[in-house]
C-alpha cells in the first residue's frame, strides 16, 4: 500500500493520541490522593449543612439535579431522603462523599466545607452501604475490611462481631471455609441479601461517624429485606451516629428524626412521620399511594 493510502489511517492514529494524551493530561476537579485540604482540627461544629446548592451532573449540564437546595442535618440524628426517582436524592450522597462538587451553593461536614476539605479525611468518617453492594473477587473476610486504613490491625474477632451485627455471621459459618470463601467477581456465589449483609459489616467494622443508606434494601426480596433492616436498624441503635437514609419503602423510615420529601431537586417539605401524614402534602399523598398498592397485592 503506497503512503497516500495510508493517510486516512495516520490522520485517524493522529486523532486518536491527541485524545489518549487529552485524557491521560486531565486534572480531576476532585482528586483523593491530594495532601492538602483542611483536616480535623479546622473542624467546627458537628453539623451537616447545605446551603442554597445548585447542581447538574457534567455529562448533562443542561438538567439541573438540585435546586437552591439548603437543609441542616443535626448530629447523631436519623434523616431520611424520600421522593420519585430523579428527585435529587442519590445526588445529595454523591455530594457529600465529594464525587461532584456544587455548581452553586456549599455543603460542609462539621463546618469544614467539602470544596476545601481534605478528601480522604472526608471520606473517612463516611460509611456506605448502597443498592449494589461493590464485592471484590476475594474472601468475605477481606472483603468486610476493603476500605479500613492500610495500617489499621483487624483481627478475626473485630471481622466476625461486625459480621454478628449484620447478621451475616450465621450464613458465613456455613460455608466450608468461612470466612476465607471467595465470594467471586461483584459476589457472584452469593445472593443479594448476602451481599447486602457484607456490605452493612464492612460498614460496621469502619465505624464511620456519618452512615449512608442509599436504598440499601430496594433491589431485595421480602424475607431479605426484613433480615437486611433488621441488620441496618441494629446499625443504627449500637450507637447514635448521624444516618442518612435514602427510601423507597416508607415504612423503613417511620422512626426517622426528620423526613425530607423532595421532588425535581425540590425540598417539598420537611418533618417527622406524624407531622408530614398531618399536612395531607407530598409525603402523605406518597404514603397512601404505598399502602393502597401494597393492599391491592
Known amino acids: 500500500m503506497s503512503d497516500l493510502g495510508q493517510a486516512p489511517d495516520i490522520a485517524k492514529s493522529g486523532n486518536s493520541i491527541s485524545n489518549v494524551f487529552e485524557i491521560v493530561d486531565r486534572v480531576s476537579p476532585v482528586d483523593a490522593t491530594n495532601p492538602g485540604g483542611l483536616g480535623e482540627e479546622s473542624a467546627r461544629g458537628t453539623d451537616i449543612k447545605l446551603t442554597n446548592v445548585k447542581f447538574a451532573y457534567p455529562t448533562r449540564k443542561d438538567v439541573v439535579v438540585l435546586k437552591d437546595f439548603s437543609v441542616t442535618i443535626k448530629a447523631g440524628t436519623t434523616v431520611a431522603l424520600v421522593g420519585q426517582s430523579g428527585s435529587g436524592k442519590s445526588t445529595i450522597i454523591a455530594l457529600l462523599e465529594r464525587f461532584y462538587d456544587p455548581l452553586g451553593g456549599s455543603v460542609s461536614v462539621h463546618g469544614i466545607d467539602s470544596k476545601d476539605s481534605n478528601v480522604a479525611y472526608l471520606r473517612n468518617k463516611l460509611g456506605l452501604v448502597s ?19 492500610e ?20 450464613f458465613i459459618s456455613e460455608f466450608p471455609d468461612g470466612y476465607n470463601t471467595l465470594v467471586g467477581r461483584g459476589g457472584s456465589s452469593l445472593s443479594g441479601g448476602q451481599k447486602q449483609r457484607i456490605a452493612i459489616a464492612r460498614a460496621i467494622i469502619r465505624d464511620p461517624q456519618i452512615l449512608l443508606l442509599d436504598e440499601a434494601t430496594a433491589a431485595l426480596d421480602n424475607e431479605s429485606e426484613r433480615v437486611v433492616q433488621q441488620a441496618l436498624d441494629d446499625l443504627v441503635a449500637i450507637k447514635k451516629r448521624t444516618t442518612i437514609v435514602i427510601a423507597h419503602r416508607l415504612t423503613t423510615i417511620q422512626d426517622a428524626d426528620l423526613i425530607i420529601a423532595m421532588d425535581h431537586g425540590v425540598l417539598i417539605e420537611a418533618g417527622t412521620h406524624q407531622e408530614l401524614l398531618s399536612k395531607e402534602n407530598y409525603y402523605y399523598k406518597l404514603w397512601n399511594a404505598q399502602n393502597k398498592k401494597k393492599k391491592n397485592l
Open 151 to 170: 495500617d489499621v490491625v483487624v483481627t478475626q474477632d473485630q471481622i466476625e462481631a461486625a459480621a454478628r451485627v449484620s447478621n451475616a455471621h450465621s
Open 131 to 149: 443498592q449494589e453492594p461493590d464485592l471484590f473477587d476475594t474472601t468475605i473476610g477481606q472483603n468486610i475490611c476493603y476500605g479500613l486504613p
